[in-house]
T-cell receptor, first 115, second 113 residues
């Protein structure tokens, strides 16, 4: 089946730095990708919808200047957590839509820890 | 608006016993329903989905789910649970016209040997 790759799987950074997380669709083109945030033992909360070649659509309460999303190609979306703080520590998961298959595929997630 | 409710935070069963994880949903249009499983520090693994057709859907690893339109439910079942089924399970729904998924809060399943 289709594969969605996230990188890095784990990242630890100092407070105030920026961290970029990549989400790639490996064997299909994804015009739309979704970014989720998950706190320990909690559900996935949709942060934003990433659209290739256009601005991302953010969910209510998500700071677009804090969580920068770029979807510059049909196989890559990036989430940049700017000026990260400890409260940004979380598990971030992306999903990519394979329109041809009519399916959503999820990445393995990226664990961010801000010290 | 669409939403999912998983009324049980935790389900504990003995290995070999039947496993049921409950899910009810609300969606304005025709529902597309999904079950995913998540192991610690991992992404979501797809188990099964209901789009249309037979109300009983069979999926991966021996799991099945029954779509009940009148009760707006989509409970996940496995006739004989394994210790390796211990994980966090999510029910999700989306409207047929939109790819944006809404997830339930998740149910932690523990299967004891």
């Amino acid at each position: 089946g289709a594969v969605v790759s996230q990188h890095p799987s784990w990242v630890i950074c100092k407070s105030g730095t920026s961290v970029k997380i990549e989400c790639r669709s490996l064997d299909f083109q994804a015009t739309t990708m979704f970014w989720y945030r998950q706190f320990p033992k909690q559900s996935l909360m949709l942060m934003a919808t990433s659209n290739e070649g256009s601005k991302a659509t953010y969910e209510q309460g998500v700071e677009k200047d804090k969580f920068l999303i770029n979807h510059a190609s049909l196989t890559l979306s990036t989430l940049t957590v700017t000026s990260a703080h400890p409260e940004d520590s979380s598990f971030y998961i992306c999903s990519a839509m394979d329109r041809a298959a009519g399916e959503l595929f999820f990445g393995e997630g990226s664990r961010l820890t801000v010290l | 608006a669409q939403s999912v409710a998983q009324p049980e935070d935790q389900v504990n069963v003995a290995e070999g016993n039947p496993l049921t994880v409950k899910c009810t949903y609300s969606v304005s249009g025709n529902p597309y329903l999904f079950w995913y499983v998540q192991y610690p520090n991992r992404g979501l693994q797809f188990l099964l989905k209901y789009i249309t057709g037979d109300n009983l859907v069979k999926g991966s690893y021996g799991f099945e789910a029954e779509f009940n339109k009148s009760q707006t439910s989509f409970h996940l079942k496995k006739p004989s649970a394994l210790v390796s089924d211990s994980a966090l399970y999510f029910c999700a729904v989306r409207d047929a016209s939109d790819y944006k998924l809404s997830f339930g809060a998740g149910t932690t399943v523990t299967v004891r040997a």
